[in-house]
């Protein structure tokens, strides 16, 4: 009988299977948790409210540092889902979709908060006010009003100007000089009464040392008759602060007393509290 000799046939090296580059999106989100295309659209809404709520492509490359076809992309798909939208010298506006996010975020805000206005209101017997700084306006998103009979009220959802509000002078003076004076403009601004600062470098000028304080004050300069004390929220999401607001002798009688430390450290230890409640929640 005779017997093949067994052979083993040489083995073939295996192609190494290369597995498609991973796209930057999903890099970025194994990095930091996130993906990168969703932070970069937030990141260009929020430039675009800092510009007033109207912005160039250019400027907006400028303001966010993102190349320009990353921006006509994400532009395109806001564009598209209606937060964004294009008038007609070709420039770009927050869209009217966002309304009802910001409405409904403001309201959830002051539900937060209203434990915290209650014993800001109950501690001073006035008007307890929160207020956030959104595309260069002040808008009221609490509020527990005062029992005395004669108080002050400001209906939530309403915008002011922020040079003539405790609660806009005071979030102003956070920004750097240079976003304060953007949301002011070249002026003049408008004269509530004959209190109101209308020349943007008296209230520049006065920031520095609102920001040291930690308060503002509107004597007078929205409403006759009515003074307001604000103090910044801090650690809270957005730029916000709290307020109280009534006629201009009781407000100022609740400055001059001495008793729980005075009306400012009272206000701001209730506003720290408030602050990182908000933290918190996310």
């Known amino acids: 009988m005779l017997f093949a000799a067994h052979r083993t046939p040489p083995q073939r090296k295996a192609n190494p299977v290369v597995a498609p580059p991973a796209s930057l999106d999903a890099t970025a989100a194994d990095r930091s948790g ?15 409210a800092d510009s007033g709520g109207v912005s160039t492509l250019s400027d907006l490359a400028t303001a966010s540092g993102l190349p320009m076809p990353t921006i006509h ?17 070709r420039r770009y506006t927050l869209g ?13 805000l002051g539900s937060w908060a209203r434990p915290y206005l209650a014993e800001l209101m109950e501690a001073t017997g006035e008007t307890a006010n929160l207020a956030v700084l959104e595309a260069g306006e002040v808008v009221y998103v609490g509020q527990v009003p005062s029992r005395h009979s004669m108080r002050m009220f ?14 806009g002078k005071v ?16 002026g003049p ?12 470098s008296h209230l ?16 007078q300069e929205q409403e006759i008759g009515v003074r307001c004390i604000a103090v910044v929220v801090p650690g809270a999401p957005t730029p916000t602060a709290l307020s109280v607001s009534g006629p201009e002798a009781r407000v100022r009688a609740l400055e001059a007393r001495t008793t729980r430390g005075g009306l400012i450290p009272e206000m701001q230890e209730i506003a720290t509290r408030l602050g990182q409640a908000l933290a918190s929640s996310g």
Do not use: M, N, W
Request: neutral net charge; aromatic residues 4%.
């Open 34 to 48: 996130g993906v990168q295309s969703v932070e970069r659209a937030f990141h260009l809404l929020e430039a675009l």
């Open 171 to 186: 979030l102003l003076a956070q920004l750097p000089r240079q976003e304060a004076a953007a949301v002011l403009g070249p």
């Open 96 to 108: 009217p979709r966002l309304i009802r996010l910001g409405e409904t975020a403001g309201r959830l």
């Open 154 to 167: 400001t209906e939530v959802g309403r915008r002011v100007q922020p040079h003539c509000t405790a609660v």
């Open 73 to 89: 992309r994400l532009i395109r798909t806001l564009v598209q889902q209606g937060y964004v939208r294009q008038d007609t010298a």
């Open 189 to 200: 601004l408008a004269a509530h009464t004959v209190h109101t600062l209308t020349a943007p």
């Open 204 to 219: 520049l000028a006065q920031f520095d040392g609102v920001k040291e304080a930690g308060y503002a004050v509107d004597d």
